[in-house]
C-alpha cells in the first residue's frame, strides 16, 4: 500500500547513517564478488599475453583465433546437440514420473516419490563415475552382458550414451517443477475430458501433460542451460574418446602443458558467458509470457488419482526397473567398486573385497584434508552465504536503498556464469588483482567462488518468506524508534529463520556437490572431494574415485537427516 | 509536549495526489480524527507525520521540531520521531512474547531491566492485559491484540499517538466497548492524538474535532457539533449522516434563512450556505433523523411542511425505513409507526436545511 520500503535517510546533518553504511557495504561487496571473475575474463579475452604479463596489449585477436578453431566449432556442436538430446531426455523421464508418481494410483508411489529425488543431492561428477564404472566400455554390467549376447551392448561413449546419463541426472528437476504443477492443477478440466469420454491414458496425454507446458518450458529452458555448462559428463565420458565440448574445451585448454593459451581460453569463456546471458534473457522473457496462459487457478481442488486399472502394475514395474537402472545399479557400483581391488563380472565380488581403497584415502594428508575441507566449505561457506545473501535480500526487498534494483541484478547475474568459468575467473582474479592474492591456496577462495555462484539460489530460497512478511512488520518497528539495521536484525532476520535454515540446507548440499569452478582454484591445502576424485581419475584410479564417491554421499545422507530431523528442512520439493 | 502543524502537505504518487495542500494544527492534548472514504489519503497523511512515507512537499512540525520540511529537504527517520503507531493490522511481531513486544521500544531507548518490567505492567495495566504477559499474539483475541498494540505504543510515552483504523477489525460489541475504552484512555493521559477512520460514528463520539477529506484534499476542520450541523458541502453532509438531497431554486433571503422553490406553488426554507444566490440552483440536504410526521397537534410554527407518497418501506425491527417522493425526489424518513395509505405529511425546520449552491 505505501512505499515499498521505509525510507533509512538521515536528517539534519548525519552524513552517513548506519543503514546507508550497511547498504552501500553489502551492495559494493556483492558487486565485487560478481565482477570479480567476470571482469578479468573480458579483460583476458582482448590481451595478446597472459593477464599477469605486464607486456600484453589489447588485442582482438583471440576472437578470430577463436572462430577459426575447428576444435571449437567441433566442441561448439558437441555442446548444443547434447544439451538438446539431454533436454529432452529429462523431460520425457521427468514429465513421465510426475504425472505417474504424483496423479495415478501406482503400488510404490510414496517410495518413488522419494527416490526420484536423490539424484539432485548427489553430484554430477559422482553420477557420471557411478555409470562409467557400470555402463562403460569395460563397466561391470557392460562385461556381464558382453559375456550373454557375446557382442558389445552399447557404447556409451556416443552423443546418445552421454545424452542418457545427463538426461537420468536431470530429471528431478523437470519432475519437481511438474510435480508442483500437476499437484494444484485443475481436476474439473479433466473431470471434462472424462464425461466426453476419454479414458485414463488419453485424459493424461490429451489434457494433464498440456496443462504442464509452462512447468515444462522453463525447466526444459534450466536444463539446456545447465547441460551447456555441465562439465561432468562430457568430461569422464567424452574425452576418453576425443569429443570436444565448450566445457572441456575450456578445462583442457586451461590445463594443457605448461603453457596454455590463455587468450584463447579468455574467448572462449567470454563466448560462453555471452551465450549463457542471452539464453536466460530469453528464458525470463519467455517465463513472462508463459505466466498468462497458466491454467492452475488459486482454488483448492484436490486433484484426482487416476486408476490405471490392470496397467498401473506395469507402470509401477517399468519405474522400479528404471531407478534400478539407473540409480540403485550406478550407486551401488560405486559401492561395490570402493571396497574391492577391482570390479570384473568374471570373479565374485566378495573374493576381490578389500578396505585399500579407503586406508589409502586416510593414509595420505591431502587425500584426507580433501574430506575435511570440503566439509569445512560447506559448513562454514555456506554459512557465511547464506548471512550474506540475507543481507542482499532484506536489503532488496526491504529497504530504500537507491540502487536495490541494480543491485537484485548483480544478484541474480551469476545464473548465467557456468562453474568452470567462475573458476578460471577467479584465478586470474587472483593474479591480475593484488588483493585477491592472499586468497591463494586457502579455503576461502572455493567458498567466495561458491558463494557467488550460488547467491541467485539462496536469493530465491529466501525472498519469498520475505515477501509474506507485511511491511506493517517493520514499519511499526521502526516508529517505536528502532532503525534500519535493528529493525531487520531483531524483526525480520529472526522471522526469516525456517527460510534461512532451508537456504542453508541448500546452500550446503550445493558446497558439497561443486567442483567443477574448484578445478581451477585449488592447490595443494585447499584440495576438496570433487578435485581428488578428478585427481584420481586422470590417474585411471577407479578405486580411490569410488571411495571417495561412497564417502560424499555418506556426508550427504547423514546431512540430509541431520537437516530434517533437527531443522525440519527438506532440501528439495 | 505535543502541538503538531502540519503545513501545506502534499504527496503524489506519480498522478496521484494522494494528499493534496493538507494544513491542521493539532492542539497540545487534542484529539483529531481524519475522517474520509477509502482512498481520500487518510493513512498516506499519517504515516507521513510518523515519517514511514516521505512527502511530497510541504512541512511537519511538532513543538517546533522540524519533523519534515519540504523546502529544506529536511526529513527526520521514523524512529527519531518518538511517535506512537497503532496499525491496522496491529503489527504485533509475531516471534515475541506480549513482554517482549513491550520491551522492545524500551530496549531501544536503553531502559534498565526493572525499570522496563515495571513501565511494561503499567502499561499493559491500562489496557488491562497485565496477565497475557507471556503470549504470542497468535493466542489472542482479536480485540486483546488491539489492546497490547495500543499497550506498546503507550509504554514508551510518545510524544504523539497515531492511530490507523484501530477498531475495524472488531466486531460491533466490542467496537463500542473499544471506543468508550480509548476515549477514556487518551483523556486520562492527556495525549496528542490523530485518529483516521472512516466511521463517522467512531469520528462524532471520540474527536474533539474532526478533520474531514476528500480526494486527498481536507474539506472541512471543526468539532464534531460544527461538522454535523454546519457542514460545508454537500459532500460533508452527505459523509457525516447520509443527508437526503433536494434541488430547488433559492428565492429571497431574509437575513437567517432563504426561501427555496423545488416546484411550482412548492416551497421550503433553508439555512444558506455562502455562495447561494438568489434565481440560481441549490442543492438542500436533509437528514433522515430530522424530519418528522405531521400528526394531530398540526405542523409546528415555521417549520416546512410537505406532502410526499410512499414510495417503498423496509421494516428495520424497531424501526420503519420510508422511502418517499416529493417533487421527484427521493427521501428518506425513519418513523416507529407503520403508516397506512400511499400519502403522508411530514416537517421539518429551517434550521435543519441546508442549502448549497449547486
Ligand atoms: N504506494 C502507492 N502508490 C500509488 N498510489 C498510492 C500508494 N499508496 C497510496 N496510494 C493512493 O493514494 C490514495 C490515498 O491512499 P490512503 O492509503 O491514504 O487512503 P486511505 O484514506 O487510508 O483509505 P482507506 O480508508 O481505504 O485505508 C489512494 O488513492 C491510493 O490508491
Ligand atoms: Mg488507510
Redesign the pocket.
Known amino acids: ?4 520500503a521505509v525510507s533509512d535517510e538521515q536528517p539534519f546533518g548525519a552524513a552517513f547513517s548506519r543503514a546507508r553504511l550497511i547498504q552501500y557495504s553489502v551492495a559494493v561487496v556483492a558487486l565485487v564478488l560478481v565482477a570479480a571473475p567476470l571482469v578479468p575474463i573480458m579483460y583476458q579475452a582482448v590481451l595478446d599475453k597472459p593477464i599477469y604479463d605486464g607486456q600484453a596489449i589489447l588485442t582482438l585477436d583471440n576472437f578470430s583465433r577463436l572462430f577459426s578453431n575447428p576444435k571449437f566449432y567441433e566442441a561448439f556442436k558437441n555442446s548444443v546437440v547434447l544439451s538438446a538430446v539431454t533436454t529432452v531426455i529429462a523431460g520425457i523421464i521427468g514429465v513421465s514420473t510426475a504425472v505417474f508418481i504424483g496423479r495415478t494410483n501406482i503400488p510404490g508411489k510414496k517410495f518413488f516419490g522419494e527416490v526420484v529425488l536423490w539424484p539432485m543431492y548427489v553430484s554430477h561428477l559422482v553420477l557420471a563415475f557411478g555409470w562409467f564404472m557400470m555402463y562403460g566400455p569395460s563397466g561391470y554390467v557392460t562385461l556381464l552382458v558382453e559375456g550373454w549376447i557375446g557382442g558389445k551392448p552399447w557404447d556409451l561413449y556416443t552423443m546418445a550414451g552421454m545424452a542418457v546419463v545427463a538426461g537420468a541426472a536431470q530429471a528431478p528437476l523437470v519432475h519437481l517443477f511438474c510435480a508442483s504443477s500437476v499437484a494444484r492443477a485443475d481436476a474439473s478440466l479433466e473431470d471434462a475430458a472424462r464425461t466426453v469420454g476419454a479414458g485414463p491414458f488419453t485424459v493424461l496425454r490429451r489434457v494433464t501433460v498440456p496443462l504442464l507446458r509452462p512447468a515444462i518450458t522453463y525447466s526444459a529452458m534450466l536444463n539446456f542451460i545447465g547441460c551447456l555448462e555441465m562439465l561432468s559428463v562430457p568430461l569422464i565420458l567424452g574425452t576418453p574418446v576425443g569429443k570436444d565440448f565448450f566445457t572441456t574445451f575450456l578445462y583442457t585448454q586451461g590445463y594443457s602443458g605448461s603453457n596454455p593459451d590463455y587468450g584463447l581460453i579468455g574467448a572462449a569463456a567470454c563466448f560462453l558467458l555471452v551465450m549463457i546471458s542471452i539464453l536466460i534473457y530469453l528464458q525470463t522473457k519467455l517465463l513472462k509470457k508463459a505466466g498468462r496462459f497458466v491454467t492452475v487457478k488459486g482454488k483448492a481442488t484436490r486433484p484426482k488419482i487416476f486408476d490405471l486399472g490392470r496397467y498401473r502394475w506395469a507402470v509401477s514395474i517399468t519405474l522400479a526397473i528404471y531407478f534400478g537402472l539407473t540409480l540403485f545399479v550406478t550407486v551401488g557400483g560405486l559401492g561395490l567398486r570402493a571396497f574391492t581391488t577391482f570390479l570384473t563380472p568374471l570373479l565374485a565380488p566378495w573374493e576381490l573385497l578389500t578396505f585399500d581403497n579407503f586406508a589409502l584415502i586416510f593414509e595420505y594428508d591431502a587425500y584426507q584434508r580433501s574430506i575435511t575441507n570440503s566439509l569445512l566449505v560447506a559448513g562454514i561457506g555456506a554459512a557465511v552465504a547464506v548471512a550474506f545473501v540475507s543481507l542482499i535480500t532484506v536489503i532488496i526487498h526491504r529497504s530504500g536503498f537507491r540502487f536495490r534494483r541494480a543491485l537484485e541484478y548483480v544478484a541474480l547475474y551469476p545464473r548465467a556464469v557456468p562453474g568452470i568459468v567462475a573458476g578460471i575467473g577467479f584465478f586470474w582474479g587472483m593474479l591480475l588483482f593484488p588483493f585477491m592474492g592472499p586468497l591463494h591456496g586457502t579455503i576461502w577462495i572455493l567458498i567466495l567462488a561458491f558463494t557467488m555462484r550460488t547467491i541467485p539460489t539462496a536469493f530465491g530460497a529466501i525472498s519469498p518468506a520475505l515477501m509474506q512478511l507485511s511491511q506493517d512488520l517493520d514499519q511499526s518497528s521502526r516508529t517505536v524508534g528502532a532503525d534500519w539495521w535493528t529493525t531487520q536484525r531483531k524483526i525480520i532476520l529472526p522471522l526469516l529463520r525456517p527460510a534461512l535454515f532451508g537456504a542453508y540446507v541448500l546452500l550446503f548440499l550445493s558446497f558439497l556437490k561443486e567442483y567443477a569452478s574448484a578445478a581451477f582454484l585449488f592447490a595443494p591445502g585447499s584440495e576438496i572431494i570433487g578435485t581428488t576424485m578428478l585427481q584420481f581419475w586422470v590417474n585411471g584410479d577407479s578405486g580411490p574415485v569410488a571411495a571417495l564417491a561412497v564417502i560424499q554421499i555418506i556426508l550427504t545422507i547423514t546431512f540430509v537427516v541431520f537437516a530434517r530431523k533437527l531443522l525440519g528442512v527438506k532440501a528439495y520439493g | 509536549m505535543g502541538k503538531l502543524i502540519i503545513d501545506n502537505l502534499c ?1 503524489h ?2 498522478d ?4 493534496d495542500n493538507v494544513s491542521i494544527t493539532v492542539e497540545d492534548g487534542e484529539f483529531l480524527t ?1 475522517l ?12 507521513a507525520v510518523a515519517g514511514l ?1 516521505r512527502p511530497t512537499s510541504g512541512r511537519i512540525l511538532v513543538d517546533d521540531v522540524v519533523f519534515y520540511d519540504g523546502g529544506q529537504q529536511a526529513m527526520m527517520p521514523p524512529e527519531k520521531r518518538n511517535c506512537g503507531l497503532v496499525f ?1 493490522s496491529y503489527a504485533l511481531w509475531p516471534h515475541m512474547t506480549v513482554r517482549d513486544n513491550l520491551a522492545f521500544p524500551l530496549e531501544i531507548r536503553k531502559i534498565g531491566k526493572s525499570e522496563q518490567q515495571k513501565r511494561i505492567t503499567d502499561a499493559l495495566g491500562l489496557v488491562e492485559m497485565e496477565n497475557y504477559q507471556g503470549r504470542y499474539p497468535h493466542e489472542l483475541s482479536g480485540g486483546q491484540q488491539q489492546r497490547v498494540a495500543l499497550a506498546r505504543t503507550l509504554v514508551y510515552e510518545p510524544r504523539l499517538m497515531l492511530l ?2 484501530p477498531l475495524s477489525n472488531l466486531d460491533a460489541k466490542l467496537r463500542i466497548r473499544a471506543r468508550r475504552w480509548l476515549k477514556e484512555l487518551q483523556g486520562r493521559l492527556g495525549l496528542t492524538t490523530i485518529y ?3 466511521d463517522q460514528i467512531e469520528a462524532l463520539t471520540l474527536s474533539d474535532r474532526i478533520a474531514v ?1 476528500e480526494g ?1 484534499k481536507l474539506v472541512q476542520l471543526g468539532t464534531p457539533e460544527e461538522i454535523y450541523s454546519r457542514p460545508v458541502s454537500p459532500f460533508v453532509a452527505d459523509f457525516i449522516g447520509a443527508s437526503n438531497f433536494i434541488d430547488g431554486f433559492a428565492g429571497d433571503d431574509d437575513g437567517d434563512t432563504v426561501n427555496i422553490t423545488l416546484a411550482e406553488d412548492v416551497s421550503i426554507r433553508a439555512k444558506a450556505r455562502p455562495g447561494v444566490k438568489k434565481g440560481e440552483a441549490v442543492r438542500v440536504a436533509v437528514r433522515p433523523e430530522n424530519i418528522r410526521l405531521v400528526n394531530g397537534s398540526g405542523v409546528p410554527g415555521g417549520s416546512n411542511a410537505l406532502t410526499a407518497s410512499i414510495r417503498d418501506r423496509d421494516y428495520l425491527g424497531a424501526r420503519f425505513q420510508y422511502i418517499l417522493d416529493v417533487c421527484g425526489t427521493e427521501l428518506r424518513m425513519e418513523a416507529e409507526q407503520n403508516l397506512e395509505g400511499s400519502q403522508v405529511d411530514i416537517s421539518f425546520t429551517p434550521e435543519d436545511c441546508i442549502a448549497f449552491p449547486a
Open positions: 500500500m505505501q512505499n515499498a | 504527496k504518487f506519480g496521484v495526489k494522494a494528499v481524519l474520509g472514504p477509502s482512498g481520500c489519503g487518510k493513512s498516506t497523511t499519517l504515516f512515507d491496522q490507523d483504523e483516521v477512520t472512516h477529506m486527498g
